[in-house]
């Protein structure tokens, strides 16, 4: 299980926005178990990304590996366009916006 709080991820998210919009997210959120309040093992986020980049594959291997240092704990990071309806409406439900 995760040590860190939702509190602590949205905080530390928002003080990398700078950085981390300039690497191509627009928005950033939350979701899963740790946006309910339940035991993680690891951090979901929902990314919305500037549609003038294209961002390869290995671009978005490193922008979760970078999130992944930024928390100190494991990150999926997903594009919200490329999540799949039935779990697209519940992220959207339950996410917790960082920027």
Known sequence: MLDISRAQVIA?????????KSAGI???????S?????????????AEFDA????SLLDMVGL????SNILGVP?????A??????????AAREAVLAF
């Open 52 to 55: 003038s980049r294209r961002l």
């Open 75 to 79: 990150v999926d990071l997903s594009p």
């Open 81 to 90: 366009k490329m999540l799949k309806e039935p779990v697209r409406e519940r």
């Open 26 to 32: 627009t928005g950033l959120s939350l979701f899963g």
């Open 64 to 67: 979760e590996s970078r999130l």
């Open 12 to 20: 530390a998210l928002r003080e990398h926005e700078l950085e981390l």
């Open 34 to 46: 740790l946006a309910r309040g339940e035991p993680a093992n690891d951090v979901d986020l929902m």
